[in-house]
């Protein structure tokens, strides 16, 4: 195996990154840590300043919609205004956000800068960053190198919003016991994201035009998304990851953990060392997939470690133990997020250049109205014992229509870097190529 454990050497991928993308994960590592830095105190701090928790409510609502809509107006006009400039404007609404949160009490200018700015009230990458950071990548690195990047550009951001959870909550405690006020901490904490967001904006600043789309069609000036040759694929990949988030949604953490404390009695200190060791492997888990993917493709990636992801998640409420139901959980988050750079870097490839930033965008924003679906059903299920288990059941069962469902539509529609996988075709039968007008991934 000693091919496969190279893959798991951050430094052997970096040296294939230009100036350009060592900068892109300098912003993805700062803005997670913001991220998490902002996420522990954030509700705390809204209840020191005087707010309801109806008004909390009511903000962090507000917060999840003027970030998905703004996302999706800027990553799709990015490929045609410019992505360094858009960066820049996220950048810009990060830092509005944090000084309004700082500096008013206002629940009107609170709820302002809430639907305007950039805030995660998750630790969760929110924003249109995300989506026109890997659009940039994607064209600054060999395809072949596209999915282990990826895969290493997702795990340094999952242990960078870590630390930004673990630094904001000690140095709000590390200002109380210096003698400030909670709300005065906390304040600290809120003013430290708006910083952040300046340091995005300068290391943004630094970016050089290869950034930018290399190919601009005239078709992409005329379109409200952003999308032209690829819409129908984008359309049907975002509509089948829609499915996918909202089968996720069932069983986000938080009612997982739910789930285990009513089922078995697990109290908070187990729980988080029981989703510390599963986040553990999910994120060494999307490493394995470079590697896999380089052996039997992106979609065969993302559909065979998907699937028994899925036939466990399954089976953890029909374990009879504790210990059993722990097991099969961590077993399920060892291949949970094997589909997520694959997933990520299949969607950028078999999209035409400038598209890519709203191709990105078109299917996170997907993502995100889907899973923002789920609890609304999952919640109720909890309140009745008959029903404890159902969102598992539920979650399964939609993820592997999903996973079906995208090995039929999308197996023959290959990317650049597989097009030597088609050599078995017979000939006069070319695969697929949306980049050469041949075909839709039907």
Not at 281 to 301: E, F, V
């Amino acid at each position: 195996m000693p091919a496969a454990l190279t893959d798991f050497r951050l430094t052997r991928h970096l040296r294939v990154l230009t100036p350009d993308g060592r900068l892109l994960f300098a912003t993805r590592l700062a803005r997670l840590f913001a991220y998490g830095f902002l996420s522990v105190v954030l509700v705390l701090y809204l209840a020191e300043v005087g707010l309801t928790e109806a008004q909390i409510g009511l903000l962090l609502t507000l917060t999840l919609i003027g970030d998905t809509l703004i996302s999706l107006w800027m990553t799709t006009r990015a490929d045609r205004l410019g992505r360094k400039r858009m960066l820049l404007f996220g950048a810009g609404l990060m830092v509005l956000a944090g000084a309004l949160f700082a500096l008013t009490q206002d629940f009107r200018l609170l709820v302002l800068a809430a639907t305007i700015g950039v805030i995660s009230p998750s630790g969760n990458e929110v924003g249109p960053f995300l989506s026109i950071e890997q659009a940039a990548l994607s064209q600054l690195i060999p395809d072949e190198r596209r999915t282990p990047v990826f895969a290493w550009y997702n795990l340094v951001g999952s242990f960078a919003t870590a630390v930004g959870a673990l630094c904001g909550g000690a140095l709000a405690q590390n200002l109380r016991s210096a003698g400030l006020t909670p709300l005065d901490s906390y304040r600290a904490i809120v003013m430290g994201y708006a910083v952040i967001g300046l340091l995005l904006a300068i290391l943004f600043r630094q970016l050089s035009s290869a950034v930018e789309t290399l190919v601009s069609s005239p078709a992409a000036r005329h379109t409200s998304l952003g999308l032209h040759r690829s819409r129908h694929v984008v359309l049907r990949l975002s509509s089948l990851f829609a499915l996918d988030a909202f089968g996720g949604g069932f069983v986000v953490q938080s009612i997982v953990a739910y789930w285990f404390h009513v089922r078995y009695g697990v109290q908070p200190a187990a729980l988080g060392g029981i989703f510390f060791g599963a986040n553990l492997l999910a994120g060494i888990s999307a490493l394995s997939a470079a590697w896999l993917a380089r052996r039997i493709g992106l979609i065969n990636t993302m559909v065979f470690t998907h699937l028994p992801s899925n036939v466990l998640l399954v089976l953890v409420p029909l374990m009879p133990t504790l210990p059993l139901a722990v097991a099969v959980l961590l077993l399920r988050f060892s291949l949970s997020q094997m589909d997520v750079p694959t997933r990520q870097s299949y969607t950028l490839a078999v999209v035409t250049p400038d598209e890519r930033s709203a191709a990105a965008g078109v299917t996170g924003i997907a993502r995100t109205i889907g899973a923002s679906l789920s609890p609304l059903f999952a919640g109720p299920m909890l309140g009745l014992p008959a029903l404890w288990s159902a969102p598992f059941f539920v979650a399964g069962g939609l993820k592997i229509i999903y996973d079906l469902a995208l090995y039929r539509s999308f197996v023959a529609l290959k990317p650049p870097e597989e097009k030597s996988f088609d050599s078995a075709l017979p000939p006069h039968s070319p695969s697929p190529d949306l980049r050469s007008g041949e075909g839709d991934g039907g």
